[in-house]
């Protein structure tokens, strides 16, 4: 699996953005997309994560109301619309892929998928 994640840059806060993620390979494992994000000294947290069955949404705290999270199944695309920006936000944003194999006698196995990252500066 290969993710591909485009959108971020530099905004001031009370500001919006978007992102994108195009997924390519042997997408038919993968069971949720989702953004994490890693601030400078911090570790990586998750962002959003939605599950490619019946679209389930997960929001972290910090997130919730302002950050919107979908996917285009078609395009084997997650998005993420980010408003009201916060200085806080400020971090490198990763497109996740969680990845399931099942083997033939019914065992399996899950992987995680990243994708580059790209930057979002939020200026106050």
């Known amino acids: 699996v290969q993710l591909q994640a485009s959108g971020g840059g530099l905004v001031q806060a009370g500001g919006s953005l978007a992102l994108s993620c195009v997924a390519s390979g042997t997408i038919s494992g993968i069971t949720a997309l989702g953004w994490y994000r890693q601030a400078p000294r911090k570790q990586r947290e998750l962002v959003a994560t939605i599950t490619t069955g019946f679209g389930r949404i997960t929001y972290a705290d910090s997130v919730k109301g302002r950050f919107t999270i979908s996917r285009d199944s078609a395009k084997n695309t997650v998005y993420l619309q980010m408003r009201n920006l916060k200085s806080e936000d400020t971090a490198v944003y990763y497109c996740?892929?969680?990845?399931?194999?099942?083997?033939?006698?019914?065992?399996?196995?899950?992987?995680?998928?990243w994708g580059q990252g790209t930057q979002v500066t939020v200026s106050s």
């Open positions: 996740n892929a969680d990845y399931q194999e099942t083997y033939s006698d019914g065992s399996g196995r899950s992987y995680d998928f």
